[in-house]
């Protein structure tokens, strides 16, 4: 079946402007991830979803960051007035619930001139 | 502590050759260790995992080593490939409340020479 799919694949944006990424999970996944990861850098946690509501934020750098999901499917990250420091690949994963295998989608590469 | 500890940052291997990687843990909450695999430009894949009640684990070339009393775990690559060239992530997964958390390593960056 599909896998999880993340729209665009690159985005370049300039500093100051919002930006909306968007994964769509695989289907019947009741848990999404989000994450940050900087060039040559780990994983950096962001938000987890389970069903449509958000138990764990924490890892959301700053109030420019929010997140949202509907349906129990497609989930949209809002960076509101991007910086530099924002450019990094975005990666969604999404899991069945308490499983420890998270499956990845491509990312989305984003870029603030 | 919430840290997964991962070295080297990168490798580089003759093909043929084993690579191995090596991670370090303090929470014993964790239950589950698993490794990652990313090619550039993909999202990381989960390539083999362990829980703490088993010393050793193997698929193919692929083998996680796991020493609980010492809190490390490795994994090897037997005659490495030049295809196995990617990047490489050790987790460790726990429990929290409704959630299953990944803490990740750095990672780390193996080159397989032909």
């Known amino acids: 079946g599909a896998g999880v799919s993340q729209s665009p694949s690159n985005k370049v944006t300039e500093k100051g402007k919002d930006v909306e990424l968007r994964c769509d999970p695989i289907s019947g996944h009741t848990a999404l991830y989000w994450y940050r990861q900087r060039l040559g850098q780990g994983l950096e946690f962001l938000i987890y979803f389970q069903g449509n509501s958000a138990p764990d934020k924490s890892g959301l750098p700053s109030d420019r960051f929010s997140a949202e999901r509907t349906g129990e499917s497609v989930s949209t990250l809002t960076i509101q007035r991007t910086q530099q420091e924002d450019s990094a690949v975005y990666l969604c994963?999404?899991?069945?619930?308490?499983?420890?295998?998270?499956?990845f989608g491509p990312g989305t590469r984003l870029t603030v001139t | 502590q919430q840290q997964v500890k991962q070295s080297p940052q990168s490798l580089i291997v003759q093909k043929g050759g084993i690579s191995i990687i090596n991670c370090a843990y303090e929470?014993?909450?964790?239950?589950?260790f698993p490794w990652y695999q990313q090619f550039p430009g993909k999202g990381p894949a989960l390539l083999i995992a362990i829980r703490p009640d088993v010393s050793e684990k193997k698929e193919g070339r692929f083998t996680i080593s796991f020493n609980k009393s010492a809190k490390q775990f490795s994994l090897h690559i037997m005659d490495s490939q030049p295809g196995d060239s990617a990047t490489y992530f050790c987790?460790?997964?726990?429990?929290?409340?409704?959630?299953?958390?990944?803490?990740w390593g750095l990672g780390t960056s193996l080159a397989v020479n032909p």
């Open positions: 987790a460790a997964s726990y429990h929290a409340g409704n959630n299953r958390k990944l803490i």
């Open positions: 994963a999404s899991s069945q619930s308490l499983t420890y295998e998270q499956y």
């Open positions: 929470n014993t909450a964790f239950d589950y």
